[in-house]
Antibody, heavy 124, light 110 residues
């Protein structure tokens, strides 16, 4: 069965850095776009980033552009989110998620599998 | 503020039918698929509807959805206490070339 397991969350000081990882199993990882979605305390869901199956196409939300970096290692079935210059407003649960398949090299905002999430807390 | 709007709350009694709306524009809902998710606190969100009105396997047929023009709606019939959750719609927004979520609707089962 499809499993997505995030790790790397924790407490980080403003201006600091953190790297989130997502270990995928149960499907052919290299066939799918992958997505990072977050939910700040008391807020709704927000798309943070997505990356194409090959890693050649990456999207970032305006709120994280220039500070976050998404990558993947298809040989290791892993997705990563490098978070730099963190701000208080980056405090959130970060979910790794698999985008719905919509054909060759096609992105769908639909997400069919989600990890359990990892909490990032930004505080001094 | 999201470009796709949902009512912040909805409610119903057990057995009742409730609907949750998702309103957008020609650049998002009007020209792209809509997806719906159920999110219980402390758990991973769950895909309820994809491609406007398709249910993944395992989602009860009590959940249905439709789209008309620049609006979409999720209907839950035979409301149950375990349906109490947050519900989100999502779609693609052509004007900003980005995926978007609605603000979410908290459903209370009275």
């Amino acid at each position: 069965q499809v499993q997505l397991v995030e790790s790397g969350g924790g407490l980080v000081k403003p201006g600091g850095s953190l790297r989130l990882s997502c270990a995928a199993s149960g499907f052919t990882f290299s066939d799918y776009y992958m997505t990072w979605i977050r939910q700040a305390p008391g807020k709704g869901l927000e798309y943070v980033s997505y990356i194409s199956s090959s890693g050649s196409t990456i999207y970032y939300a305006d709120s994280v552009k220039g500070r976050f970096s998404t990558s993947r290692d298809n040989a290791k079935n892993s997705l990563y989110l490098q978070i730099n210059s963190v701000r208080a407003e980056d405090t959130a649960v970060y979910y790794c998620a698999r985008a719905l398949s919509c054909g060759a090299d096609c992105y769908s905002p639909g997400v069919d599998y989600w990890g359990q999430g990892t909490l990032v807390t930004v505080s001094s | 503020q999201s470009v796709v709007t949902q009512p912040p709350s909805a409610s119903g009694t057990p057995g009742q039918r409730v609907t949750i709306s998702c309103s957008g524009s020609n650049s998002n809902i009007g020209s792209n698929y809509v997806y719906w998710y159920q999110h219980l606190p402390g758990t991973a969100p769950k895909l309820l509807i994809y491609w406007n009105n398709q249910r993944p396997s395992g989602v009860p047929d009590r959940f249905s959805a439709s789209k008309s023009g620049t609006s979409a709606s999720l209907a839950i019939s035979g409301l149950q206490s375990e349906d109490e959750a947050d519900y989100y719609c999502s779609t693609w927004d052509d004007s900003r070339s980005r995926p978007v979520f609605g603000g979410g609707t908290k459903l209370t089962v009275l």
